[in-house]
């Protein structure tokens, strides 16, 4: 099992940065990539950035492409969501999952961390 924590979110103007941290214990070593995900009220959970944990290849969704960047510290068994020029539709409870393989889909990650709460207000 791998515990999964989020901090970083708060409140925000429209145009201005946040960095989420994302801090994993447990058995790391079966982490084989880490994603990002947020949920806005009344919407699905949606994916927004992934991460390979062994060699560093991300992919992002089109809605952040060029403003988010997602990055890792192995040594810190931590995953880092860095989050530039937000949007108020960026507005959302922010979730960082670990998963056995890469995927865009919520159901592919096995643990979950308790999310962390991103308002931009315009």
């Known amino acids: 099992q791998v515990q999964l924590v989020e901090s970083g979110g708060g409140l925000v103007q429209a145009g201005d940065s946040l960095r989420l941290s994302c801090a994993a214990s447990g058995r790391t070593s079966s982490i084989y990539a880490m994603g990002w995900f947020r949920q806005a009220p009344g919407k699905d959970r949606e994916f927004v950035a992934r991460?390979?944990?062994?060699?560093?290849?991300?992919y992002y969704s089109d809605s952040v492409k060029g403003r988010f960047t997602i990055s890792r510290d192995n040594a810190k068994n931590t995953v880092y969501l860095q989050m530039n020029s937000l949007k108020p539709e960026d507005t959302a409870v922010y979730y960082c999952?670990?998963?056995?393989?890469?995927?865009?889909?919520?159901?592919?990650?096995?643990?979950w961390g308790q999310g962390t709460q991103v308002t931009v207000s315009s």
């Open positions: 991460i390979r944990w062994n060699n560093g290849m991300t």
């Open positions: 999952a670990s998963g056995s393989y890469s995927s865009i889909y919520p159901r592919d990650y096995d643990n």
